[in-house]
């Protein structure tokens, strides 16, 4: 994000310079996720009945809508991000280790 250099004027459009921030992402409702999740998990076994090309554009719709909620670039990695993010599924979470040992 653009902010003006030390000492310079503030409204001085070409005094500005690139700073390091951290970035703030939106984050998706857990339902928007779940709903995403289901229908592309549905697309996929239809896809795998029934791979018509419609079946397709909404799975690539679908992933791309994954990927952007979820800040990945991949529909695998976006959809272990959405799980990630629904109730029950928190960081803190060490039941499923818990009931492993």
Request: hydrophobic share 45%; aromatic share 2%.
């Amino acid at each position: 994000m653009p902010v003006p250099a030390p000492g310079t004027d503030a409204c001085d459009p070409g005094r500005l310079v690139m700073r390091k921030e951290q970035v703030t992402m939106l984050m998706a409702h857990p339902v928007v996720l779940r709903n995403l999740i289901e229908q592309y998990e549905a697309l996929e076994v239809l896809h795998g009945e029934n791979g018509t090309p419609e079946v397709r554009q909404r799975m690539d719709d679908l992933a791309y809508s994954l990927c952007v909620a979820t800040g990945t670039k991949d529909i695998d990695a976006a959809l272990v991000a959405a799980r990630h993010r629904l109730p029950g599924a928190r960081p803190l979470d060490d039941s499923v280790l818990a009931s492993a040992a």
